[in-house]
Nanobody, 120 residues
């Protein structure tokens, strides 16, 4: 079992910043990719950003230049720094991690989600 716990969501005005964190715990041998997804009202869940264990990153076009994903392999934690936030960034943000457990089983786990609301 691998658990992901997110933190850092909240209410922010347009143009503001927030930093999300997601810590993975449990029977972890290795984590390959860690990423952030979001689901806004009436929309499907979409990829926001992903980072590999080697530090390679990929971003949705809508957040390029505004959001930065990073991770601490030592802490099994991924971060999402969100700057210049817009009302359309309002969504529930979910953390995802995929890798292998100590029993050499693959895992693909999701966090419970954290609400980000951008509004004046």
């Amino acid at each position: 079992q691998v658990q992901l716990v997110e933190s850092g969501g909240g209410l922010v005005q347009p143009g503001g910043s927030l930093r999300l964190s997601c810590a993975a715990s449990g029977s972890i041998f290795s984590i390959n990719a860690m990423g952030w997804y979001r689901q806004g009202p009436g929309t499907e869940r979409e990829l926001v950003a992903v980072i590999t264990s080697a530090g390679m990153t990929n971003y949705a076009d809508s957040v390029k230049g505004r959001f930065t994903i990073s991770r601490s392999n030592a802490k099994n934690t991924v971060y999402l720094q969100m700057n210049s936030l817009k009302p359309e960034d309002t969504a529930v943000y979910y953390c995802n991690a995929a890798g292998a457990t100590m029993t050499v089983a693959e895992f693909d786990s999701w966090g419970q989600g954290t609400q980000v609301t951008v509004s004046s």
